[in-house]
């Protein structure tokens, strides 16, 4: 009978380990969310998935994904958004977004329908879930980089064909989420 050295074990159990460990970190530090709606057209589109980096800090630019801000909703409508910063903490008044007080983001959708922060005011940004990095590859669509400049500004509600709101929603796998089958969050 061949038994592995004990050495063999060892780097085996430590890559192994290792292998844990990184995954580990990357499902804190990353979130897989998929876009429904067509609020941030052209930039995403329905069905895209993107990986979002959870983060605290925030640039004009940057494509975001937070809660649906307070106010009436749809209860089978999604419970997080994605919209591009337009503005940040200090940033008069502009585009038609209100001025941005210490602690929130101003948001705007890529399409012109998108319901943002014309509409809902600012965004506290301690509420958001992080940064969209990049939009992954799907049948039709290649993958791409969502850095600042990649696209339009945006935000990623309020686009339907049929004028209703189009939020943008991730589903965590908790109760009222908008959870995937494949485990991601769902967002418009």
């Not at 930039?43 to 937070?66: A, W």
């Not at 749809?74 to 008069?92: F, T």
Request: charged share 20%.
């Amino acid at each position: 009978m061949n038994t592995l050295p004990p050495t063999a074990v060892a780097v085996a159990a430590g890559a192994l380990a290792g292998v844990v460990a990184t995954a580990l970190v990357l499902r804190r530090s990353f979130e897989l969310v998929v876009v429904e709606g067509g609020s941030m057209e052209p930039t995403l589109r329905d069905g895209d998935r993107v990986l979002v980096r959870r983060t605290r800090v925030f640039r004009r630019g940057d494509v975001v994904v937070f809660p649906v801000p307070d106010g009436p909703r749809d209860e089978q409508g999604p419970s997080w958004l994605v919209k591009r910063v337009s503005g940040v903490a200090g940033d008069p008044a502009a585009d038609g977004c209100p001025a941005v007080p210490s602690g929130h983001l101003a948001v705007l959708g890529d399409n012109p329908r998108s319901l943002d922060s014309r509409t809902f005011g600012t965004v506290p940004s301690r509420t958001a879930l992080g940064v969209a990095v990049r939009r992954l590859s799907r049948e039709g669509r290649r993958a791409q980089s969502l850095h600042r400049s990649a696209g339009p500004r945006a935000s990623n509600r309020g686009s339907s064909g049929s004028g209703a709101a189009d939020p943008g929603t991730a589903g965590s796998g908790a109760a009222g989420s908008g959870a995937a089958t494949d485990g991601s969050r769902r967002t418009a």
